[in-house]
């Protein structure tokens, strides 16, 4: 049997949406830049992302399970896994089921758990899969959520600000979960944007970057790929939030240049290269 094997891969379980920057549509290129194979395993197919007024959304639920077969028949195993956006309660179980039948013993699985932002749930995103949300955590080797979706896992009232006393008690709650290491991106402290790192045996740590125009679609999409492809090359944790705050700040200024929609994301494709 051929071995399928012999390059770095990440498996992504993430949405396809045909317009906006986001999710498989960004992670795919910077996955594959930074010098690792990457696989999509579709969880629904938008034709925009849910930041449009209106979009097509189709649910992969029941066909998840036969794509995984076919990934099994090959004998696939992965350096890393990087789930992103799941568009129904079932697809919790298919998930877990993946990361237990796919990741290679020494494998890397990141868990961005894309749920909203702005303080609400996105549209698709009903309590109870929420809940259910809570109970793959417990898989992430690294998770990246934004400060909404960190308060939706951890059962705390959002609001505007933070102290840094606050954060350290939401990023507390995250890691006894079960991640190893947790970094909690878009936090709003005035002319910035942090970001918060903890992990094991470590001081947190606030990366920050100067706030440039609005927050964006597609950029938590951008920063866990970046995250997902260094984990897997075996790059310091905290060089390597830094190197996806500095990138994303690039790209957002180049949007606002160009006065790109905030709904069609941020340009990156021509900083592509500095990832390399």
Known sequence: MADHNIQKKIALINDISGFGKCSTAVALPIISVMGIQCCPLPTSIFSNHTGFKSYYFDDYSNRMRTYM?????????????????????????????FFNRFIKEDGIIIIDPVMGDYGRPYATYTPALCQEMKTLVKYAHILTPNITEACILTDTPYKNSWTSRE???????????????IVITGIP???????YCYWKQKEPRIIRTHKIGES????????????????????DFKESVTKA?????????????????LTDGVCFEEYLYKLK
Request: hydrophobic share 40%; aromatic share 8%.
């Open 69 to 97: 077969r076919e990934w099994e028949k090959l004998g696939l195993k992965f350096d890393g896994i990087c789930s992103g956006f799941l568009g129904s309660e079932k697809q919790i179980g298919i998930v877990r089921d």
């Open 245 to 261: 705050s500095s990138f994303i700040k690039k790209c957002i200024q180049r949007s606002v240049e160009l006065n790109l929609p």
């Open 216 to 235: 964006r679609s597609g950029t938590g999409d951008i920063f866990s790929a970046i995250i997902a492809a260094d984990a897997v090359n075996g790059v």
């Open 167 to 181: 954060l350290k008690v939401i990023v507390e709650k995250l890691f006894d979960m079960g991640p190893e290491k």
């Open 189 to 195: 402290q005035r002319s910035f944007v942090a970001n």
